[in-house]
């Protein structure tokens, strides 16, 4: 019997935990080597061979799904490429493979060392640590846009946002997201962002290859993502793309369209709340109307059964009395007694009558009221409930505020917003944006001391 006291696990399970480990202290990663064993696309479309340097080889795994978005180059035996993917393992037969995402031409391995070796560099410095990162605002009123235009992603963003009904002002800053120099672009756009105050911001590009790609991968452009003093959301690529930008923003996206939905996702979630909260008031109001309407028509069916028991109370008294009297003499006294009883149970009879029918129609009145003003006062609480809602999310909208007739104030050739009087010179010209439409002028004179009212 062995002397081993610690946990006991199935096959299964084992290797399960080997291949959470992988993923964990490995993850995705970069290989280069040289194709072996390949014998073209299996009948299924999948793709099975291996990858060897000189001292070692491991077989490989490209599912077909994959290979359509993520085969950059042809196959073909003692071929040198660079394969992008993470390890897996076969549970039917314990075997370590390497499951494929992209594979380039050997062209790209320099680009791939580059990039693996600088996000180590960069994750040693800790910029990629997730305590770093912040929160994005749950419901932000001026997103800064950062991608191509046109582009498919600029468009796919925006058919979002429309299809949302997001409320946010859009500050679309276009910069290029290819080619030699397209980060020192992307990194004045971060800048010009961040002068603009907006609250958040998308950057953002379609997919490409790992050469299309790299302007996101460079060391300046991912430093200043991490230094951005707005949150920034990274949606670059597909979701099989992954830059060193999604590492160091605040939030990765794995499509453009993805990240323009996570922006309008508070916006969202607050009006159905919104929603939810007007029909609870409206159906708690219904059943308070209705509880109201309930008590009323009990109190009116218990009335009559209250004065029919009054009346035989009255009755069995006055046959008590009648007998006292009819034992006591002389007989004068007792008929002078019955008859003053008997005009007594006649007067009392016709006031209980006239008083019943009286009470009986005041309640039906009043139930006739009570009902019709509960009704209104509900839904005139419920409307005033809605119109305060619908006021606070007006009066958030960032456009409220050119709607009360402020207006936005820029410097002809300029792109931020004018705040100070000294800051332009007679004859320069200005550029006012209203509510609707917009107005083109010339300074004739600048005052640097506020009017008096």
Partial sequence: MSRFDGEVVSVSELIERARQALDRSVGMVAVEGEVFEYRGPHSSGHYYFKLRDGEASID?????????????CALEEGRAV???GKLDVWPKRGMLSFLLEE???????????????????????????????RALPARPRRVGLITAVPSAAAADVEQTWEDLGAPFEVVRIPSRVQGQGAELDLIRALRQAADQQVDVILLTRGGGSLEDLWAFNEEALVRAVAASPVPVVCAVGHETDFTLCDFAADQRCKTPTAGAALLADGWIRAARQLLRWAERL???????????????????????????EHRRTALRRWEQARLQLSGQRPD???????QRLAEAEWRFFQVGEAGLARRRARLQRQARRLQAAGLRQRLDALRGSLLAHRGRLEAGSPTALLQRGYALVTVEGRTAYLRDAAAVEVGQALQITLAKGALRARVEQADSEPSEA
């Fill in 332 to 338: 004068r006294r007792l008929a002078r007694a019955q």
């Fill in 282 to 308: 409206h159906q708690s109001g219904d059943e308070l109307v209705a509880l109201a309407a309930e008590r009323l028509t009990i109190a009116a069916g218990t009335l009559p059964l209250a004065w029919r």
């Fill in 60 to 72: 490989v795994k490209m599912w077909r799904g994959t290979a359509a978005r993520g085969l950059r």
């Fill in 103 to 133: 594979v380039h031409d050997l062209g790209a391995g320099d680009l791939a060392r580059r990039f693996e070796e600088l996000k180590q560099r960069l994750l040693r410095e800790g910029l990629f640590e997730e305590g770093r990162k």
């Fill in 82 to 84: 660079l394969g992008i």
